[in-house]
């Protein structure tokens, strides 16, 4: 990863532009979530674009802003991932990550029960029991 204030504006633009695109063809995964560096150049590619004159580019930014927060979501999750996997070889017991949808979770932290359980409430309380 080539420092940031080495980059020229249209390097930092294509940054950008690259991991857009990426996000849009779903090519941005937990396993390669440090490998990205959009969270650590969006500051620089704002600032550079900024200053090249024009109107802002709102929207462009604030697709870079997504998808930052996508890779850092990625980031917590393959620590978290890391951290029981460390965990379970220290303790020799088999540990499940919460919400990891490999064991059942769904994306918000919860099993298929609890959503199970959410949906037989919903249907009683609509049917007034």
């Known amino acids: 990863m080539a420092p940031v204030r080495n ?6 633009g294509r940054l950008l532009d690259n991991a857009i695109r990426a996000d849009a063809e779903a090519k ?27 109107p802002p580019a709102f929207c462009r930014w604030s697709k870079g802003l997504e998808v930052a927060g996508k890779v850092y979501g990625h980031r ?15 303790t020799g017991v088999k540990v499940t990550v ?6 059942g979770g769904d994306a918000a932290g919860g099993t298929q029960q609890d959503s199970q359980r959410e949906s037989a409430a919903a249907k ?6």
């Open 76 to 90: 917590v999750d393959l620590t978290y991932k890391n951290v029981y996997d460390v965990i379970q070889g220290i």
């Open 124 to 129: 009683r309380a609509a049917q007034g029991v």
């Open 7 to 12: 980059l020229t504006a249209v390097d930092l």
């Open 28 to 54: 941005i995964k937990k396993e390669d979530a440090f490998d990205q560096t959009i969270i650590t150049t969006l500051p620089s590619i704002i600032e550079a674009e900024s200053q090249q004159g024009g």
């Open 98 to 103: 919460p919400g990891d949808d490999e064991e």
